[in-house]
């Protein structure tokens, strides 16, 4: 659908949606949480958030738009970015990263604290901590991950960790024995993540926007998978240049398939397929010539 039509109301929908509205949207969606959507986003963002007006009972767009900017500390806000996130992940997603990890864990043979960035429902900080498990051979291992994501809802549903049984079928029978308990009676069909497994994860919301992480590290690995995509390149080498002095200097970086963070930061290094380390131009970006070492700076007085 063109920005042309967007702009004369459409009879079929049932709120009208204009060309103004969306880029309202996409203006305020960027400026929250960093998000550039794409001209093609339009009949997404209107399913998306036709769900919010019906919810809150507003009449139109430009009431719940004007709602929001109107009153920053809105708690629809939380709701609005929620709406607009999307949540694609399952257990081991881009499996080569895991051995690597587990390598990395049995080489250092010390505690390990681990970061994933955006964790979705929870299936990678699981397989993170799988492996972990795994390498140091105990379901208690010197392990702990900080699992955060933009999204309070999927948050909700990671800390809960219980999945239907599909999205685990995947998954060795080993592992399901030994990590997963299978759920009986009113919970047939669903499957939980150990306990001991869940007391690895610290869950807690967070923009990779905001001015201010509640993470401090050093960290010796740190998942930012498959999230860049949907940042424009000054603001993917504003995060990287705060991702580095977080983390340990022999640390990793793990990215997804399809992002290539060697055109945004000299701050990096490629170890292996979409795995970095830090290079020795620590934390300097190319697409934000002279954003890094403030950034860094303010990080260090954080830590």
């Known amino acids: ?30 400026r929250n949480a960093g998000i550039a959507l794409s001209e093609s986003k339009q009949e997404m ?13 507003i009449q139109s767009f430009q009431q719940y738009l004007d709602e929001l900017e109107s009153r920053p500390d809105h708690a629809e806000w939380e709701a609005f970015t929620n709406a607009l996130t999307t949540n694609l992940t399952s257990f081991f997603r881009e499996a080569h990263h895991f051995p690597l990890l587990a390598d990395h864990a049995m080489r250092k043979r010390e505690p390990m604290s681990v970061w994933c960035s955006a ?43 219980v999945y239907p049984l599909e999205r685990v079928e995947k998954l060795s029978p080993e592992r399901m024995k030994r990590f997963f308990l299978r759920g009986k009676g009113r919970q047939e069909g669903m499957v939980r993540v150990r306990q001991e497994l869940r007391q690895l994860i610290t869950f807690q919301q967070l923009n990779l926007l905001a001015d201010k992480w509640p993470v401090t590290g050093p960290f010796d690995a740190i998942f930012c998978r498959n999230v860049m995509i949907y940042f424009d390149k000054p603001t993917q080498g504003k995060i990287l240049s ?13 990215a997804g398939h399809s992002e290539n963070f060697l055109y945004v930061s000299d701050a990096f290094k490629l170890r292996g397929k979409t795995v970095y380390e830090l290079s020795s131009h620590r934390g300097s970006t190319s697409a934000t010539p002279g954003v890094a070492g403030a950034t860094r700076n303010a990080m260090r007085s954080m830590i």
Do not use: H, W
């Not at 705060?242 to 793990?254: E, Q, S, T």
């Open 1 to 30: 659908m063109t920005a042309t039509k967007l702009n004369r109301p459409d009879s079929s929908k049932e709120f009208e949606f204009t060309s103004r509205d969306f880029e309202r949207v996409r203006t305020l969606i960027y």
């Open 45 to 57: 963002v209107y399913s998306r958030l036709a769900r919010r007006l019906r919810a809150t009972g």
């Open 119 to 161: 964790s979705s429902t929870g299936e990678e900080p699981y397989s993170i901590a799988i492996t972990l498990c795994e390498a140091f051979g105990s379901l208690t291992p010197p392990v702990q991950i900080v699992a955060t994501d933009i999204d309070t809802n999927v948050l909700a549903t990671a800390a809960n960790g």
């Open 242 to 254: 705060r991702f580095a002095p977080l983390m340990k200097p022999d640390a990793l970086l793990f």
